[in-house]
């Protein structure tokens, strides 16, 4: 896939975006939008992901302060921590209550954001990944089921989730991630799947029960 004057690209990999418009539409064949590839565009409002996205690495959007709709994407299996950190986008599904209809946001097959005062989460059959911050802070949460298709989890996922008290994993997820259930003070049980590798550091810090 060649260069253009606004899209610097290497092989299947966005790595940096250097225009200006508003409206981005992201080159068909782009499998993965590397890290900060359109950090603190600050003139951007709307970007559509192709079908050929697999992955959103961290930062991505990073600062994109007049961001406001994120489209397409559907294949997507991987988005690193704080993608979309400092959007209006993330900012509205991270503390809005009454105008979120759905329990969760996704692009694609990752669960990006948990509504915020969800209860009881089930999550989806078919998600992939459950991206880093998902459920950060909910503080109503008491109890999550996590399907057997998810494969990849983010870090600090379920952080001060103070009325946690129950997680049941149906898969094979082999990592646990830094600080996953960190501030999680009330939980009693986490049901460990089969195969897992690695607990991240302090990935159950201040879990006092």
């Not at 565009?41 to 961290?58: A, D, K, N």
């Amino acid at each position: 896939m060649k260069n253009s004057t606004k899209f610097e690209i290497s092989q299947n990999e966005l790595i940096k975006y250097r225009g200006s418009e508003p409206y981005v539409t992201i080159p068909e064949g782009i499998q993965k939008v590397c890290k900060g590839a359109f950090r603190d565009c600050r003139e951007l409002r709307q970007i559509t992901l192709p079908e050929s996205v697999l992955e959103i690495e961290e930062e991505a959007f990073l600062l994109c302060v007049n961001l406001i709709q994120v489209r397409g994407g559907d294949h997507v299996i991987f988005i690193g921590k704080d993608a979309f950190a400092r959007t209006p986008w993330y900012r509205f599904y991270s503390e809005n209550e009454t105008d979120w209809k759905e329990d969760f946001l996704f692009i694609g097959k990752v669960l990006v954001k948990a509504r915020r005062n969800l209860r009881k989460a089930i999550i989806p059959k078919g998600t992939v990944m459950i991206a880093a911050d998902a459920f950060y802070e909910r503080v109503l949460l008491y109890e999550a089921e996590i399907p057997s298709s998810v494969k990849s989890l983010g870090g600090w996922m379920f952080f001060s989730c103070t009325n946690l008290r129950l997680v049941s994993f149906q898969g094979s997820v082999r990592e646990i991630q830094e600080r996953t259930f960190s501030g999680c003070y009330e939980l009693e049980q986490v049901l460990i799947p089969a195969g897992l590798e690695k607990i991240g550091v302090e990935a159950f810090y201040e879990c006092t029960n």
